[in-house]
């Protein structure tokens, strides 16, 4: 199987991409899927350090200060496996197949931890890499790919030093402790399970190849009646060992390669182990369970539990062993005491891609969000933490930040918008608005203004929730619904079937009505609208164009823009000051433009998916971004200043 290395530069960044002045840096990622198990691990020398993956990124944080964040990004499709050696200086990140290669290769990033900097890529892994593990002296890097191969890497040359092909993805890996060999050279132990069988290779060097050999061995299994796969293992002095799907873990004495015992856990397979720093083990199941077990060999006990919400995919035991990290995958990630199990959620995230977002009129620090996951959150930007939860009624499509009633407005993919509670999250009141989803929603004063896949605007009393109006003009699905910055009693729309419309809601009517041909112009898919330049409104559309309307007259776009990467345009703001648009787009990229230059200033690539929506805060010092990858970028925008 072919291989190659790459030593590397480059390393942390506030999200690569163009910027032509530092304008734009990425601050703070939001977001914890536990999509891929054992992607979150505490730092072994540093007590408050821990680092997980999200999306593309590989996440540095402290447990104790929400604002400590740094990034590590090379990837260019979201992080599948992670691991960090003993020491703490090394860290290893892989990633799904990439799009932008040919057959889906998969690298492997080795990171200095200290430096942030980019050691080595790895190559020769397709698909996904599963799984990473580092030996005890940092000396070797193990990689296991959803094609069935097994790659050991030397960390020194990168050289590679093992490739192994299975019929079957390899489900685990697990280092043993250190031997002494042949020469005084150390002798490693790399234990795997694939196919249900547990193997035990012994890594030893040749003075007749001058290199490190591979030899295995299989782990002997009772008799019959027992057959499992192993998703996850762990060593623990002479004794492996491997969770199984069954629900247990099964320990194997690697001296004999003998087969000891099988230690009940709990329902729904055993995801994640861990051990701590007095030899007590840890494990996490697929029903929520995390049990503290101690023993040794054939005897363990379960001493303490807690019971979590969602599959417990990650547990990572602190440097200093006084408590360690849970992750599920409900989006949640649990903070517990070693010693009693008491458990407190530290934070909480989406799980399915972040379709929409919105600020108030008025505060810088709160948003509110929908998603594929049904919910509705709002968020501090103080400390990123999540204040209010509402949801619950199928997937958002869109959503408002209703300053106006104190509440959230919530436009779903089953028609109906919903009012959510500010304080509370309950639901308040819904209507039927759409048949098909509600893919706009926006409220006034005196209104909740609709638009829908139906092609319909629809403005709701806000006191009664009665129909207004309704307008019929479009004939395609409605992409945005912009109420004017200067008249109150104006409302437009913008709609796939490439019209933008403006509404005199006093005199119930369309006054004003722009249509592109189809020769040569993309469906648009999203608006916004300036407020220092005649009030003008900009779309843009699925070939990546942005053209400006004067929403007064009938005349063709008076101005046009490109995006020099011709990308879909998922979204677009402009800023409040009416000088920059905000988009994002398929690219995985948020952008800003300055309207005045017509020139791009910044392209930059915080996502590893479909990037869905972007929105400015009121001050214009921060745009966020939510994507498919179920990431919430914060940006620090500084063109302002």
Not at 8 to 35: N, P, Q, S
Not at 69 to 92: C, I, K, P, T, Y
Not at 336 to 355: I, M
Not at 455 to 483: C, D, M, N
């Amino acid at each position: 199987s072919e291989t190659t290395t790459m030593a590397a530069e480059g390393g942390a960044g506030g999200g690569g991409g163009l910027d032509t002045g530092d304008l734009l840096e990425l601050e703070h990622v939001i977001g914890y899927t536990g999509r891929h198990t054992n992607n979150l691990l505490c730092h072994p020398k540093l007590p408050t350090a821990f680092v997980y993956s999200l999306g593309a990124n590989v996440v540095v944080g402290d447990v104790d200060d929400p604002h400590r964040q740094e990034f590590l990004r090379a990837h260019d499709e979201e992080v599948s496996a992670l691991a960090l050696s003993e020491s703490g200086l090394l860290v290893a990140s892989g990633q799904v197949g990439s799009t932008s290669s040919a057959g889906g290769e998969a690298p492997v990033v080795v990171w200095d931890y200290e430096g942030r900097r980019q050691l080595f890529n790895l190559f020769g892994i397709k698909g996904a890499v599963a799984r990473l593990a580092f030996a005890p002296d940092d000396q070797f890097l193990a990689a296991a790919g959803a094609d069935g191969l097994l790659f050991v890497w030397d960390m020194q040359t990168g050289e590679q030093l093992v490739a192994k092909k299975f019929l079957h993805p390899v489900e685990f890996l697990a280092w043993g402790e250190l031997g002494v060999g042949a020469g005084r050279r150390p002798r490693y132990t790399l234990c795997y399970g694939t196919a249900a069988e547990v193997l035990a290779a012994t890594l030893e060097y040749s003075a007749r190849s001058m290199r490190y050999e591979m030899s295995v061995d299989k782990c002997a299994l009772p008799s019959s009646g027992f057959v499992r796969s192993y998703p996850v293992g762990l060593v623990a002095g002479d004794s492996l060992l491997a969770g199984t799907v069954a629900g247990e873990f099964a320990v194997y004495k690697l001296e004999t390669r003998v087969y000891r015992a099988c230690v009940p856990v709990s329902g729904n397979g055993v995801w994640a182990l861990a051990r701590g720093r007095d030899g007590a083990i840890y494990a996490g199941a697929g029903d929520g369970m995390l049990k503290k077990f101690t023993g040794d060999d054939a005897s363990w006990a379960a001493v303490a539990e807690v019971s979590l919400r969602g599959r417990v995919g990650a547990v990572t035991v602190s440097a200093d062993g006084s408590f360690l990290l849970a992750g599920t995958s409900d989006g949640r990630i649990y903070r517990a005491d070693t010693a009693t199990l008491e458990a407190r959620e530290v934070e909480t995230s989406h799980v399915g891609a972040v379709t929409c977002l919105s600020f108030g009129s008025e505060r810088s620090d709160l948003f509110v969000t929908g998603s594929d996951d049904a919910s509705v959150r709002v968020w501090d930007l103080s400390d990123y933490r999540v204040t209010v939860t509402g949801g619950g009624n199928g997937r958002v499509a869109s959503v408002f930040f209703d300053v106006v009633a104190g509440g959230l407005l919530a436009g779903g993919e089953d028609g109906y918008v919903r009012s959510y509670d500010e304080a509370s999250g309950a639901e308040s009141w819904y209507i039927a608005a759409h048949r098909g989803a509600c893919t706009a929603v926006v409220g006034t004063d005196a209104a909740v203004i609709t638009g829908g896949e139906d092609g319909k605007v629809a403005v709701w009393l806000r006191r009664s929730r009665e129909l207004l109006l309704q307008f019929t003009e479009h004939i395609k699905p409605v992409v945005a619904v912009v109420p004017d910055l200067v008249a109150p009693h104006l409302v437009h729309s913008a709609g796939k079937d490439r019209c933008v419309f403006t509404y005199d809601l006093k005199e119930e009517r369309r006054i004003v009505g722009h249509q592109m041909s189809k020769v040569g112009v993309g469906q648009f898919t999203a608006m916004s609208q300036r407020k220092d330049h005649e009030q003008e409104l900009v779309t843009g559309g699925t070939d990546g164009k942005l053209l400006f309307w004067d929403c007064d007259v009938l005349d063709a776009p008076v101005m046009a823009m490109q995006d020099p990467s011709q990308s879909r345009v998922n979204a677009l703001k402009v800023s409040p000051s009416g000088r920059f648009i905000a988009l994002c787009s398929d690219d995985h990229h948020v952008k800003i433009f300055d309207v005045q230059r017509q020139t791009l200033l910044a392209a930059k690539l915080g996502h590893s998916g479909r990037v869905r929506d972007v929105a400015w805060s009121p001050d214009e010092r921060q745009v966020v971004s939510v994507g498919d990858d179920s990431c919430i970028a914060v940006w620090n925008f500084f063109g302002s200043e």
